[in-house]
């Protein structure tokens, strides 16, 4: 790394609590990671210090450590007469107070929490020569490393020794260094915008966890619900109850296929959960050849705190569903006290039913927002009409109408408002998946139409409702093209407390795409400003416990009591796959104060064996930071996909197909492998029929796995379909001599084939035709995807079916 330093000029003196120290230099880019001795990032002070003042804004130390170096200080300035206070005390000063420097871990060499810190702060060479010819007799006072002391009375030596591996940190130069002062405590972003923020790992081996809460009870447990019916008790520990919370898996309707939207959908706890023990959940059920959305009342144990009742369910409303998709699944209750329900508009594509559609149709309880009140429901009936429902008294209109012309809201959340002014209490954020073109996020008001299914997102979808001079519908706040996602699953705005920069940004996700987005209201024009979310770069997550990758498929997102952020995802989205992960947001450039955001959990009564967390997700791209590393050995990664395939008898995985390949890296996802392919080889190709299919792309060249090719009329294309399922992929894996299909793989996890044309999408088969032609398909070459949703496909063998 280059540098060109000025003329360092001479040292001022002012008083133990006014000094500055400028330097002219000029530097080359260097990575930002401020760090503190606590491995942790750097804060504002609760309470201004008094001592290291120049670290007052930002920096390491709140008020009681300032006054612990305060105190330390005049311990040892009692040492030296008038001549060494008026020579040493800046010099004591500066190197005491580096330990409240933002960037305290890189001076005191202790990135590593496993390698000693030292004593006295990394010293650039010509400060060290001037510190030693002035005030060498302060180093025992400062230091009692043996070391120092061996070596304090030669100043090479000495300043050899202090002198920092990483020269932009030394102090005091880094001081001056543009790369690491200039946004300091802001987050950080990179050339295009993307804001890199970092995750914790929470929780794993989850079956398609869509919804995590919390019963405001002072216990700050967190309760997952897995898509297949089953709720679990996670302590503030993170340690997993190992008896489920609530168990209606008979009684959910869902199945193993990737992409099926029915299921357990939704759980919210009263707001008066502490006292009444009540909570609600929305999910799926077969009722005779009907199947239908059920909201239900529970009420826990009386004996177990962490489990529920089960003969307690009360069936507060059901609702016919017309097809298997667009069921909605959002419960929650808004600062009104009242219970909201989001349902979709009923399936199909383009709201198909009546003149309409269910959305623009007050008389159907589909594709609307319902508010109803379930307080004091012990006797009487379940839930009444709030009074000032808008539909209330309007004819032919359900009463439980809150708002309408919603397509199929995928997480909503309420706003907890500014925690100092309270500014944006109480507003419902919501995702409303799209049709063909765009995804939207809104913000529910009382009485209004969202617009489905004349408008989509910004543009009309059906231009006859669209060009309705009654349609009066309220706008999204933002709304992005499937260009960027085709799946939007709605966030929270951020109103923890460990995080200050994040105050205020509304962050959601897309299932399909796993693109992390932000918005953040402008208090002067009330529009909202856009900002993708990457994961920290380089060194910017090298923080212990963080890590920078998640799984694709963002299913939801959640709030712990306390108002942290945390996501949800998976690598495989069937309801029977355990690959579901739990995810913190962290923000790496600034945190509170220490002890400003403490609580004390409530004591919780455990009756079931707990499960400690293990942690299973890793930070990747940065080399560890210990001093001496061993010579790397290779190791394996646990893939369970391949044992499940090696019980299941599949073919040799180490056949090599001749195709070339090239690694692609994916942003967002965390899944190893995907691929894109080179030039096809064409040369010396025997004629085909039209429909055989090929595997290529597999990074280790297994025949079992591999992105889908077929030949249709003289030539080899790729299948483009954003919906394809395990039907599908079993009609390739039979055709190719496999008895089943393990996985359908989308969005080009075995890379991207673009030099072939697409010949296939919409692919929609039943699982026993002889080839993908024989299936439903938009028609050979008729498409309206791009190569990033190539599918493929992972095949076995097995005298019976292993869902996964």
């Not at 460990?498 to 996700?509: C, L, Q, V």
């Not at 894109?676 to 010396?684: C, F, I, P």
């Not at 190569?787 to 076995?796: K, Q």
Request: proline share 6%; net charge negative; glycine share 8%.
């Amino acid at each position: 790394m280059q540098r060109c330093y000025g003329k360092v000029p001479a040292r001022l003196w002012v008083s133990p609590i006014g000094i500055l120290y400028v330097l002219a230099l000029c530097v080359a880019p260097v990575a930002l990671h401020p760090q503190c001795l606590d491995f942790k990032p750097p804060f504002r002070p609760q309470r201004e210090i008094e001592f290291c003042v120049m670290y007052k804004e930002f920096g390491c130390c709140d008020y009681q450590k300032d006054q612990d170096l305060m105190t330390k200080y005049y311990q040892i300035m009692d040492n030296f007469d008038y001549y060494g206070y008026a020579n040493c005390a800046g010099f004591v000063l500066e190197l005491l107070c580096q330990e409240c420097s933002p960037y305290a871990a890189h001076l005191f060499d202790a990135e590593d929490p496993s390698t000693p810190v030292r004593t006295i702060p990394g010293l650039c060479p010509d400060y060290c020569s001037q510190f030693w010819k002035k005030c060498s007799s302060t180093i025992p006072f400062l230091s009692d490393n043996p070391h120092i002391v061996k070596v304090k009375e030669d100043q090479t030596r000495l300043c050899r020794y202090l002198e920092l591996d990483d020269v932009d940190y030394c102090y005091p130069h880094l001081l001056s260094n543009q790369k690491l002062t200039s946004n300091l405590g802001k987050v950080q972003s990179d050339s295009d915008g993307c804001l890199q923020l970092c995750l914790e790992e929470v929780a794993n081996g989850l079956r398609n966890p869509l919804a995590m809460v919390h019963a405001n009870d002072g216990t700050h447990r967190f309760f997952v619900a897995e898509q297949v019916g089953l709720v679990w008790t996670y302590l503030p520990d993170r340690s997993k109850l190992e008896r489920p919370f609530l168990n209606i898996t008979k009684a959910v309707l869902t199945s193993s296929w990737e992409g099926d939207e029915r299921g357990f959908l939704g759980l919210t706890f009263h707001p008066k959960y502490k006292y009444n023990g009540k909570l609600y959940v929305y999910y799926s059920v077969e009722v005779g050849f009907d199947e239908r959305i059920r909201i239900s009342e529970f009420h826990v144990s009386a004996n177990d705190m962490n489990v529920v009742d089960h003969a307690s369910e009360r069936v507060i409303l059901e609702i016919d569903e017309p097809a298997s998709n667009h069921n909605g699944g959002q419960l929650l209750f808004a600062d009104d006290g009242y219970l909201y329900v989001f349902t979709g508009d009923g399936g199909m594509a383009g709201d198909p039913f009546g003149k309409y559609g269910n959305a623009q149709n007050k008389s159907a309880l589909l594709g609307k927002v319902l508010r109803i009140d379930v307080n004091d429901n012990e006797r009487g009936p379940l839930y009444r009409i709030p009074p000032d429902n808008p539909f209330k008294h309007e004819r032919g209109a359900r009463p439980e109408v809150y708002a309408y012309g919603v397509r199929n809201m995928w997480r909503c959340s309420v706003d907890r408002g500014d925690p100092w002014t309270k500014e944006g209490k109480g507003r419902i954020f919501c995702g409303d998946v799209g049709q063909n073109k765009f995804e939207e996020i809104d913000i529910i008001e009382k009485g209004r139409n969202y617009g489905w299914r004349a408008k989509e997102g910004f543009s009309c979808y059906d231009k006859k409702l669209c060009a309705n001079s009654s349609l009066d519908d309220v706008l999204p706040i933002y709304a992005y093209p499937h260009k960027m996602g085709k799946s939007v699953t709605g966030g929270y705005v951020y109103r923890g407390c460990e995080y200050p920069n994040m105050n205020g940004m509304y962050i959601f996700g897309d299932f399909m795409s796993g693109r992390l987005m932000s918005l953040r209201e402008d208090r002067n024009t009330g529009n909202w400003n856009y900002n993708e979310i990457c994961m920290g770069m380089g060194l910017t997550c090298a923080f212990p416990g963080l890590i920078n990758n998640y799984h694709q498929y963002i299913i939801s997102f959640a709030e712990d009591e306390a108002g942290e952020l945390y996501f949800m995802s998976t690598g495989i989205p069937s309801a029977t796959s355990p690959s579901g992960v739990i995810y913190k947001v962290v923000d790496p450039s600034r945190r509170a104060p220490p002890r400003q955001c403490h609580y004390d959990p409530l004591p919780v009564r455990v009756k079931s064996n707990l499960i400690k967390f293990v942690p299973q997700e890793t930070l990747i791209g940065v080399e560890p930071a210990n001093k001496i590393q061993p010579e790397p050995q290779p190791t394996e990664s646990y893939d369970w996909l391949q044992e499940l395939i090696d019980r299941l008898g599949g073919p040799d995985p180490t056949t090599v197909l001749p195709t070339t390949t090239t690694t692609k890296s994916p942003r967002h996802s965390r899944r190893k492998g995907r691929r894109r392919k080179g030039k096809s080889r064409t040369e010396n190709t025997p004629k085909l029929q039209n429909g055989v299919v090929r595997l290529v792309g597999d990074e280790q060249g297994r025949s079992d796995r591999g992105r889908v090719e077929i030949y249709v009329n003289g030539e080899w294309g790729t299948v483009c379909d954003d919906l394809w399922t395990t039907k599908n992929a079993a009609v390739v894996c039979q055709q190719l001599g496999f008895s089943y299909a393990i996985k359908a793989a989308r969005n080009s996890e075995f890379g991207e084939g673009k030099d072939l044309q697409i010949l296939l999408d919409d692919v929609q088969c039943e699982g026993t035709e002889s080839s993908l032609l024989d299936c439903t398909h938009a028609g050979v070459g008729t498409h309206n995807c791009a190569h990033y949703e190539d599918a493929g496909v992972i095949c076995g063998n097995s005298d019976s079916v292993v869902e996964v």
